[in-house]
């Protein structure tokens, strides 16, 4: 039996990814657990950076993917971050998100961390970033 490929494939509805979550965020108050959908401080500050200047460096871009994925963002609550770039492109932007719930999210591992964008980034098209011990 031959099978057969919809060559219009990229037009269908893009598929929700359902982030198998094995880590939780940790509060530093206390040990409480922080909301579901609360992203780091670090975190926002990337995004924040995003609106004000319409870039950001990749890792910065990779570090807000993973983190909305592991906490539960839907696809196209994590494209509406990424409008603000000025090099949107909704494909690219949703082929990425994909990547990252593939190759992330999806195998157990842990998102990206603030002293690894900070190292990547080499304070270039970043924020200074305040990372505590542990990374996140």
Known sequence: EVLRVNPFYFLEPPRQPKPAVKHQVIARNGGSRVGRRELPRWVQALIDYLKANGELC?????????????????????????KNAKNFNEHKTRYYIRYAYEKWVSQGKPPISCKTVAEKCSGNKVPKLECRGGGS
């Open 58 to 82: 990749h890792f910065g871009r990779l570090a807000i993917a993973t983190w909305m994925l592991f906490l539960g963002y839907s696809e196209d609550e994590i494209v509406e971050v990424f």
